[in-house]
């Protein structure tokens, strides 16, 4: 009984060791995966716009304002993965033809949405509205001319969109802007709710709507043509006509935006 019982202890401490090497050789062949780097202003951001924006019909108070600004103006390309050194902002990368312009959506809710709209060399987003929306736009790489208009009769979105009448709109803004540059602000009503962008060079502008487009809640976007419009005042005022584009936007996202999918599945997992 003696010997046997040693035998079975001595089986079990092997099996113990065994257990051990097995486990050991499992580890060594577990690859790591490396987890990319989050920022913490986007962190900053997304939690910002959680408190901030509050639903359709709210106009964020200033201060709140304010805090969106601040936390956008400190933001670099690289905390969103990007790089002036990629290769869509390369002046000789330039591909030949019409410029496509892309986009990728970072996060989106009822409440806001966060996204990055990348245009290459003289491409043009046309004059469109934000209807019932305050939007915070930050250029984070590259150059682009801004032109804003305000109409001044103010009218309600369901306007906007069925009627084809010229309305007349207050230029606010008509100047190139070049990263890093101020987090420009639009709200439903003022601030240049009207605006074109067209890119001076390769760039990339952050966007922050807040509430974001929406077809079903009536906040669906309007495309304009301005025409110009005499006025004794010496204010300059153009003609604004409503009109209907074909899509423009190109929804592919090319290789250098992958970056800034990955962190946004970790950063946004809710």
Same mark, same amino acid.
């Given at each position: 009984m003696t010997i046997e019982a040693g035998l079975v202890g001595k089986s079990k401490e092997a099996?113990?060791? @065994?257990?051990?090497?097995?486990?050991?050789?499992?580890?060594?062949? &577990?690859k790591r995966i490396h987890m990319p780097e989050i920022s913490i202003s986007l962190q900053r951001l997304f939690i910002a716009c959680k408190d901030v924006f509050k639903g359709p019909g709210i106009v964020p108070p200033p201060q709140d304002v304010n805090r969106l600004q601040r936390i956008l103006d400190n933001m670099k390309p690289e905390d969103v993965g990007?790089?002036?050194?990629?290769?869509?902002?390369?002046?000789?990368? @330039?591909?030949?033809?019409?410029?496509?312009?892309? *986009? &990728? &959506?970072?996060?989106q809710c009822k409440t806001f949405s966060l996204c990055i709209f990348f245009l290459p060399p003289t491409a043009v987003i046309p004059l469109h509205n934000h209807p019932e929306m305050t939007v915070f736009s930050k250029l984070l790489l590259g150059s682009m001319h801004i032109k804003s208009y305000d109409l001044v009769d103010s009218v309600t979105s369901d306007e906007l969109t069925q009627s084809s009448q010229l309305r007349l709109a207050r230029m606010k803004a008509d100047n190139v802007?070049?990263?890093?540059?101020?987090?420009?602000?639009?709200?439903? &009503?003022?601030?240049?709710?009207?605006?074109?962008?067209?890119?001076?060079? @390769?760039?990339a502008?952050? !966007?922050?709507? +807040?509430?974001?487009?929406?077809?079903? !809640? +009536?906040?669906?976007?309007?495309?304009?043509?301005?025409?110009? *419009?005499?006025?004794?005042s010496g204010e300059s005022f153009k003609r604004m006509h409503p009109f209907s584009v074909v899509t423009y936007l190109h929804c592919n996202i090319i290789y250098c935006y992958i970056q800034i999918q990955n962190l946004l599945c970790i950063i946004f997992n809710e």
């Open positions: 099996i113990r060791q @065994a257990n051990k090497v097995i486990r050991k050789k499992k580890c060594a062949k &577990t990007l790089s002036s050194d990629l290769g869509f902002f390369n002046p000789r990368s @330039a591909i030949k033809g019409t410029p496509s312009i892309t *986009y &990728t &959506t970072i996060y802007f070049t990263a890093p540059c101020n987090t420009s602000v639009l709200y439903p &009503t003022s601030g240049g709710n009207i605006h074109a962008f067209t890119a001076v060079t @390769a760039c502008v952050l !966007d922050v709507l +807040g509430p974001p487009y929406s077809k079903d !809640d +009536g906040r669906d976007c309007t495309y304009y043509k301005d025409f110009l *419009y005499s006025s004794h």
